[in-house]
């Protein structure tokens, strides 16, 4: 069974930085593409980033690139979101995602994790 246990969400001003982890555990972490969701109150889900099971291939959307920087490591079953220069409009639960395959496609969800971002 797949789980995945996101941690690093609180409370932040705007302009400073987090960083959410993600430990995986269930099946070989290394073989799967990886990658983050965030919900905002009355929004639906959104995709924020992902990567591939090698980490070479990464993408984001346009509304954090060049802030946000996925990350994976496969000796620890981890992946990570570095959040830089958070604006409030990044407030939301952001969700860990785990791929269906090697490459993108998501099939496993974590809790959730809080990030709130005050102006």
């Known amino acids: 069974q797949v789980q995945l246990v996101e941690s690093g969400g609180g409370l932040v001003q705007a302009g400073g930085s987090l960083r959410l982890s993600c430990a995986a555990s269930?099946?070989?972490?290394?073989?799967?593409?990886m990658g983050w969701f965030r919900q905002a109150p009355g929004k639906e889900r959104a995709f924020v980033a992902g990567?591939?099971?090698?980490?070479?291939?990464?993408n984001y959307a346009d509304s954090v690139k060049g802030r946000f920087t996925i990350s994976r490591d496969n000796a620890k079953n981890t992946v990570y979101l570095q959040m830089n220069s958070l604006k409030p409009e990044d407030t939301a639960v952001y969700y860990c995602?785990?791929?269906?395959?090697?490459?993108?496609?998501?099939?496993?969800w974590g809790q959730g994790t809080q990030v709130t971002v005050s102006s």
């Open positions: 269930g099946r070989t972490f290394s073989s799967y593409a």
């Open positions: 990567l591939t099971f090698d980490g070479s291939k990464t």
């Open positions: 995602a785990g791929g269906i395959t090697a490459y993108g496609g998501y099939g496993y």
